[in-house]
Every structure is written in structure tokens, then in C-alpha cells.
């Protein structure tokens, strides 16, 4: 009897673990400073680079504005950056994310209302990787 009460205990506690949701990831600021940011300023052929719209739109995605003369953001404008953009991201769930989306080809499940065009054809273009790999948690 004392054994069954055990087992059943061992299982229910199994049961419970594997069904628990997990903690989302949390999001690198030092990742997003070293790979993500620099995407926002990279020129891909036949687009514009996301920084022309999303620092001087009103839009939900509002980047700093550089300092004149400055090639890539300071340390302050780029943790307003990374406070701005986590916004934007379910953290371990890059399918769900808005920034991942947005930009995606609805061909490749991303949303059809950018008006900024489609920056990645498929989930398999590197930047679009980059972003995904900070949504889920990666670190430097």
C-alpha cells in the first residue's frame, strides 16, 4: 500500500513538472547591443534600413535617434533601445514576437500589414535567426 501511495505521488509529481509551463527566457541586453541592434542599421538590397522609418515614424517600434556624426548608438540611447524593442518580443516564443514578425514575408508566416516591406523572405535568413536566438534567450 505504501509502495502504490509512492509511485502514484512520483507520477503525479512528474506529471505536474513536465505540464508546468516554463519560465520565459530572459532577454541579453549585451547580446542585443552586439547582434540585434546592428540589424536595425544594416542596408539589405531593395529595402530601407529599419532605422529610416522606426526612428523618425509613430509606430509601436521607435528606435533612438543617433547622435550627429555617430555611426551606431551610445550606451544610453542603446539601453533605451533594448527597453523599447523587449516591448515588442514574447520572450521565448519568437512565432508570437511582433518584432519577428512584422518584417517577415506573410509567405513565410510573418504579418501583412508592414507597411516597411519585407525585410526577411523565410525564418531561415540569418538576421532573422539573430532575432530569434535573442527572443529565446540567447547570450553572448
Request: with cysteine.
Amino acid at each position: 500500500m505504501a509502495a502504490a501511495r509512492m509511485t502514484f505521488a512520483l507520477a503525479a509529481a512528474l506529471l505536474a513538472a513536465s505540464s508546468a509551463p516554463r519560465a520565459a527566457p530572459p532577454l541579453d541586453y549585451e547580446f542585443f547591443k552586439a547582434r540585434v541592434q546592428p540589424i536595425f542599421l544594416q542596408k539589405r538590397d531593395g529595402h530601407t534600413r529599419c532605422y529610416v522609418c522606426h526612428a523618425e515614424g509613430n509606430n509601436a517600434f521607435r528606435l533612438e535617434r543617433l547622435s550627429s556624426g555617430a555611426t551606431t548608438w551610445n550606451e544610453e540611447q542603446s539601453r533605451k533601445n533594448f527597453e523599447m524593442v523587449s516591448i515588442l518580443v514574447n520572450p521565448g516564443d519568437p512565432e508570437t514576437s511582433r518584432l519577428l514578425q512584422q518584417p517577415l514575408a506573410p509567405e513565410a508566416g510573418g504579418n501583412v500589414f508592414h507597411s516597411g516591406g519585407r525585410q526577411f523572405a523565410s525564418k531561415d535568413e540569418p538576421n532573422w535567426k539573430i532575432l530569434a536566438d535573442w527572443v529565446n534567450g540567447q547570450k553572448l
